[in-house]
């Protein structure tokens, strides 16, 4: 058998991470641009990381660089599967002790939208796009990622087609609602074994009667959002929306909190916040129901909209009749927590658009628009892996043997019902020097050395605001 021909090294330890993946490539050409990519991808640059960026070649005049229509030639035409690279990535970070998900983490269910112009680039339309916060022209993608309070990493990521995109419409064998992606995304966290207390999403996939169904059937805990004002069909006299059983139950200050519990939370920065947290009674939710229906809030007052979550969970609460209940008991304490974790998937797009170019893409077909969000999630979780490679794993909450600790308020707590976020001592890491590997040949940016650790401090810092 022909020897491989050797691929010029990438910068850095970049390139101990992308030979990992040598196996899937089956040219020189893919293994050199799989490299090239992810250092672009890696460099700290002042405008968006088209391919030009990429390559570090002028925007318009250096279209036709070698350099760039290489990495063009790699993402379009060239024969990869972006699935299977996807798979050996989140290989890798169950095999890493330091980045390795753990049973006291959550898999987090979001979609997020960007806003394309014309309609010849695969999967774009007219549609609710939540970075914009209104309906325009764009790409919406459906995306999981697994989050303790230490550490959070992408999954899966599928994009969405609307139903004008289809021959048929809504009746399209090849047409999926969100929901129904973010379902087939969970499987394949579980085909994954990627372990996780329970998946969390907001009200956009809490509402949807399918998509909790489909969990119950694939044996998964949930803490999900509901709208505040989701009706239901109960008798006229009973509640009918999630704010209506808030405001049923009774609240007598702090000093007599009655049906309200306590709970202190904790965020990145240090500070505390003192939230009240109840179960509560609506149709066919309830405390010692399946389901359960539970309010968190600052103000059980006022129930401000900003600051009050209604949450639906299949966990059943600790004493109740739960004996034939397949899923551990969880606390008022504990809920808060895990549906707390679901902003870092929030966190997590503002790094991988910001920093990483997710959205800059300059490419039309469905494969190469998916190559691209692979890479991205690949030079995302190389971050991670070389910033924590000398710290070591990151503690998490795992009881012996790998098993989940107990979802109790005392498995996250610092005296009291707390609910730990991020501490500044668990994040912050003396960054390495970046230096240039060699003088830039001609005219553009040298390739740099060891910007993960820099471009990671970069990223953990900016917090979601508390």
Not at 14 to 42: N, T, V
Request: with cysteine.
């Amino acid at each position: 058998m022909t020897a491989r021909l050797p691929c010029p090294a990438a910068p850095g330890p970049l390139e101990d991470y992308a030979a990992r993946f040598d196996d899937l490539f089956s040219a020189i050409g893919q293994r050199r641009g799989f490299r090239e990519y992810l250092a672009g991808l890696l460099l700290p640059r002042e405008r968006n990381k088209t391919l030009t960026c990429l390559a570090g070649a002028e925007p318009m005049a250096g279209i036709n660089d070698p350099a760039v229509q290489r990495l063009q030639y790699f993402l379009s035409e060239s024969v990869w599967d972006p699935e299977t690279v996807n798979n050996r990535r989140v290989a890798l970070l169950r095999a890493d002790p330091a980045v390795a998900p753990h049973r006291g983490g959550v898999l987090v269910i979001d979609d997020s939208g960007d806003r394309k112009d014309g309609h010849a680039t695969a999967h774009v339309s007219r549609q609710w796009l939540g970075r914009l916060g209104k309906t325009d022209n764009g790409i919406v993608t459906v995306t999981t990622l697994w989050a303790d309070e230490r550490l959070y990493v992408p999954l899966h990521a599928q994009p969405y087609t609307a139903a004008c995109r289809l021959p048929h419409g809504t009746a399209d064998p090849n047409f999926a609602t969100k929901p129904r992606i973010a379902a087939r995304l969970v499987a394949k966290a579980l085909e994954a074994q990627i372990p996780f207390t329970a998946v969390v999403a907001d009200c956009a996939y809490g509402d949807n009667d399918d998509y909790r169904r489909e969990l119950r059937q694939l044996g998964l805990a949930y803490v999900l959002a509901l709208k505040r004002r989701k009706g239901l069909w109960v008798p006229a006299y009973a509640e009918h929306t999630p704010i209506d059983a808030a405001r049923a139950l009774a609240w007598g200050g702090p000093d007599a909190p009655a049906d309200w519990t306590r709970v202190r939370r904790r965020f990145r920065d240090g500070h505390g916040e003192t939230w009240w947290a109840a179960d509560a009674r609506l149709g066919p939710w309830g405390p010692d129901e399946p389901y359960r229906l539970v309010i968190a809030t600052t103000d059980p007052a006022r129930l401000p909209d900003a600051s009050t979550w209604y949450l639906t969970t299949n966990l059943p609460r600790p004493g109740g009749p739960a004996a034939a209940c397949p899923y551990p008991s969880a606390d008022l304490a504990a809920l808060v927590r895990i549906y707390a974790l679901r902003s870092w998937i929030e966190q997590g797009y503002k790094q991988v658009k910001d920093e990483l170019g997710w959205a800059d893409f300059q490419v039309r077909s469905s494969l190469a628009i998916r190559r691209h969000q692979t890479l991205v999630m690949a030079a995302f979780c190389f971050c991670w892996h070389t910033w924590l490679a000398a710290s070591g794993p990151p503690g998490g909450s795992v009881g012996p043997g790998g098993e989940p600790a107990p979802l109790s308020s005392e498995n996250h707590s610092n005296g009291g019902q707390t609910v730990e976020g991020r501490g500044e001592n668990q994040l912050r890491h003396p960054a390495q020097a970046v230096l240039a590997v060699s003088a830039a040949p001609r005219a553009r940016v040298a390739h740099p050395l060891d910007t993960a650790p820099a471009l990671l401090a970069c990223l953990v810092q900016r917090a979601p605001a508390p």
